[in-house]
């Protein structure tokens, strides 16, 4: 069966995902090759988009413009955290432990949403809290996701706490180690009995998404039970790269005619 030509809305909205992924403001070509339009005709979609303030033109490049930013403030961390809330419950109830999301923002990440079993009640699910990368597993899982030169803005917080930089126990080493295993690892930075470790989610080749992160007591993340926390982590945030690369994605325990389920 011939596959449909693409609608107008289609175009736009290729063009649009083609900027926000990127890794680097893409040219008016850059774009059109990417998206298999003809040159004039991205640039006359591209006009629209401009003018309507979803995408922003700077020079000879495109840039996410400011409706975009605002649904990623607002609207879209609502999403995200609907999407995600199944995969944090399945992930509590395997690990008996806290599961919470984070998203980045300016300089620290902050957690949307968490959830908690009861025998962990005494530990804070900081939910609405800004989390320096120095001191927690989430941030650092998030910041060692970004490309070297996207970091600085998160390093300011541990310098001005006077945490190290360099060295062995240094925030550089602990950010190498979790770009290249995948995982990052808190234990007791933040608060003493209390561990954490992360992963981010990244959907596409940009920058992450957000992190999910279990958290527990410190005495529970034993060296003979860390692979079975990290493949249990690795799982939750393979799902949840899933749901939100999946066209139509919404959120498995909500029906849009009844409302949640």
Request: with cysteine; proline share 9%; net charge negative.
């Amino acid at each position: 069966m011939p596959e449909a030509p693409r609608t107008a809305v289609d175009k736009a909205l290729d063009l649009v995902e083609a900027v926000a992924r990127s890794p680097h403001p893409p040219r008016l070509t850059d774009l059109a090759e990417e998206v298999g339009l003809h040159r004039a005709t991205a640039y006359r979609v591209l006009l629209d988009l401009v003018r309507r303030g979803w995408v922003l033109r700077a020079g000879d490049r495109y840039l996410p413009g400011t409706a975009v930013l605002q649904l990623s403030s607002s609207a879209a961390r609502n999403s995200l955290t609907a999407i995600a809330r199944p995969v944090l419950t399945e992930l509590s109830a395997r690990t008996g432990m806290m599961a919470n999301l984070q998203v980045l923002e300016d300089d620290r990440s902050r957690v949307i949403d968490a959830v908690r079993p009861e025998r962990l009640a005494m530990i804070s699910d900081l939910i609405g809290e800004g989390l320096p990368v120095h001191r927690f597993a989430g941030p650092l899982a998030l910041v060692a996701a970004l490309a070297p030169a996207a970091r600085f803005p998160y390093l300011r917080p541990a310098e001005a706490a006077g945490h190290p930089l360099e060295g062995p126990e240094g925030l550089l080493a602990d950010l190498e180690r979790a770009e290249r295993t995948g995982f990052a690892e808190e234990h007791g930075r933040n608060e003493q009995p209390v561990a954490s470790l992360a992963r981010a989610v990244s959907p596409t080749s940009g920058a992450p998404v957000c992190a999910v992160t279990v958290v527990g007591l410190d005495a529970e993340f034993t060296p003979s039970r860390l692979p079975d926390l990290r493949e249990h982590l690795r799982e939750a945030t393979d799902a949840l790269r899933r749901l939100l690369t999946a066209p139509g994605t919404s959120s498995p325990s909500a029906d849009p005619a009844n409302g949640p389920v």
